[in-house]
């Protein structure tokens, strides 16, 4: 079972910030949390990764709590294209480290 | 382009048919994985290899259903005596050896309808 909770979706105006909220209470001290996205019909596409720390690259930031059971994905300026599935993944280290997808959040992005 | 390849994108086949798809993983990738998606839901994890060995299987759906990685290179994924529940994408995924906080990255998938 997926170790992520997300809500099933979210709706953002166009040009405004999307926040994106997982909860992951019993990750472990040395599992990373992973976001991926996936507009219709394509394969998972990575967004941004973090142990304990913010990250920030070109498509994302991710602020991680400090107790690390939750995070939140900020795409700071949406646009249309960023509609998608966005899933909170935390590695299965029983699985080869595999994504275990859950059923993640449809984001729609509207003008 | 030098990411995850996967062919054939599409294929429609009858039931009872085999069918098989291939995955050529992102160069120097030791780490393989095979997932399945159907309508509405997430990803679905299937199998897994390290270079040529298989080191999980058992989340493989059926005993229709088999992976290779022979050389450590591409993979196949063998579907044999297809049915109508098969009908999915399949998603083929690479990594470098060491997962722990690496990145996984995906192929398009291949779509399988079965008729």
């Known amino acids: 079972d997926a170790k992520t909770t997300q809500p099933p979706s979210m709706d953002c105006a166009e040009g405004r910030a999307a926040n994106l909220p997982c909860n992951h209470s019993t990750i472990s001290g040395n599992e990373y949390v992973y976001w991926y996205r996936q507009i219709h019909s394509q394969g998972p596409q990575y967004i941004i990764h973090?142990?304990?720390n913010n990250e920030t690259n070109e498509m994302a930031s991710l602020i991680i709590t400090e107790d690390r059971k939750s995070s939140t994905l900020i795409l700071p300026h949406a646009t249309l294209r960023d509609t998608a599935v966005y899933y909170c993944i935390v590695r299965d280290s029983n699985s080869g480290y595999a994504l275990n997808f859950g059923k993640g959040t449809s984001l729609l992005v509207t003008p | 382009d030098t990411g995850v390849s996967q062919d054939p994108r599409h294929k429609i086949t009858k039931r009872g048919q085999n069918v098989t798809f291939r995955c050529d993983p992102i160069?120097?990738?030791?780490?393989l994985y095979w997932y399945r998606q159907t309508l509405g839901q997430g990803p679905e994890f299937l199998t897994y290899?390290?270079?040529?060995?298989?080191?999980?299987k058992s989340r493989l759906l059926s005993d229709r259903f088999s992976a290779e990685r022979p050389k450590g290179s591409f993979s196949t994924l063998e579907i044999q005596r297809t049915e109508q529940g098969d009908s999915a994408m399949y998603l083929c995924?690479?990594?470098?050896?060491?997962?722990?906080?690496?990145?996984?990255?995906f192929g398009e998938g291949s779509w399988l309808t079965v008729v």
């Open positions: 290899f390290q270079n040529e060995a298989q080191l999980e």
């Open positions: 973090g142990l304990k």
């Open positions: 160069s120097e990738h030791n780490r």
């Open positions: 995924a690479s990594s470098p050896q060491t997962p722990i906080g690496n990145t996984i990255y």
